[in-house]
């Protein structure tokens, strides 16, 4: 008879565990994905014979897991449109890269607060079993949403800390693939980053985990028939999952 899961054996030794937080902890890559083809197409159609934004390929490629403004500079370039940077302040449009990142934005907001997201159950069920094996968890996200959309979720309280966007930028911390964010929340943890473990769905993020020293990358590929999982293990994840609870083993009583 099935009885309580306990963690597999690669997370066994680790004494912490940070996770990203959308597209592994929460449903809400697809709305950010979304969010981007909108703010994306309207400069790729005023340029005039550009194909649209794809938003899986392009999305994961180029703005999966980095900050808004690097993700829009990123695709903008990859596209040859060399618009001028602006200010932080620019109203959301296609003149600037700061305006483009800003209509993101409000693409994004407008469809979390029509529709909500949720958490992903597994990776619920392996939080739930972290917390009873006393392993601390730290949740990380270049969003400045993710604090409130895992409290909209319900599973703040599941985690020791959360170094969100607003918290990366209060600190100065650059985004990834450059691995601060993920080396805060160890720091927060007084655990080694060689102690520790990283789950991650985003090309960026698993880099950032390999070149922090985590003990353990995980990459979390949700995409339809397994397509990221061999780019994911180029940019240096230990293990490929399709979700996070594959990550427990069934308990027996």
């Known amino acids: ?29 697809r709305v950010h994905a979304a969010a981007w083809q909108g703010a994306f197409d309207a400069c790729l159609s005023a340029a ?26 990123g695709f903008l370039a990859s596209r040859g449109l060399d618009l001028p940077l602006g200010d932080p ?28 997201v949720a958490a992903w159950p597994g990776t619920v069920r392996l939080l739930h079993t972290l917390g009873r094996e006393r392993v601390p968890c ?16 319900g599973v703040i309280g599941l985690f020791r800390s959360v ?25 927060r943890l007084g655990v080694p980053a060689r102690d520790a473990a990283v789950l991650e769905d985003a090309l960026a993020g698993v880099e950032a985990g390999r070149r922090g020293g985590f003990g ?9 028939g397994g397509s990221n999982r061999s780019a994911l293990r180029r940019h240096g994840a230990d293990v ?5 609870g594959e990550l427990l083993t069934p308990g027996t009583d």
């Open 48 to 73: 005039g014979g550009q194909r649209p934004f794809d938003p899986v390929s392009d999305y994961l490629r180029h703005v999966d897991g980095r900050s808004r403004l690097d993700g829009a500079a």
């Open 138 to 153: 730290v949740a990380v996200s270049a969003s400045r949403h993710a604090t409130e959309l895992m409290t909209a979720a």
């Open 163 to 187: 170094v969100d966007g607003n918290e990366a930028r209060r600190l100065g911390l650059p985004g990834k693939p450059d691995p601060a964010l993920f080396l805060e929340a160890a720091r």
């Open 1 to 29: 008879m099935s009885g309580t899961p306990s963690l597999a054996d690669c997370l066994r030794s680790l004494r912490a565990v940070v996770f990203d937080t959308d597209g592994v902890i929460i449903d809400s890559a």
């Open 89 to 116: 302040d620019d109203a959301p449009g296609t003149a600037t890269v700061w305006a483009v990142a800003a209509r993101k934005e409000e693409l994004f907001t407008a469809s979390v607060r029509a529709h909500g």
């Open 240 to 244: 490929v999952v399709t979700d996070p």
């Open 216 to 224: 353990l990358v995980v990459g979390v590929d949700r995409t339809a």
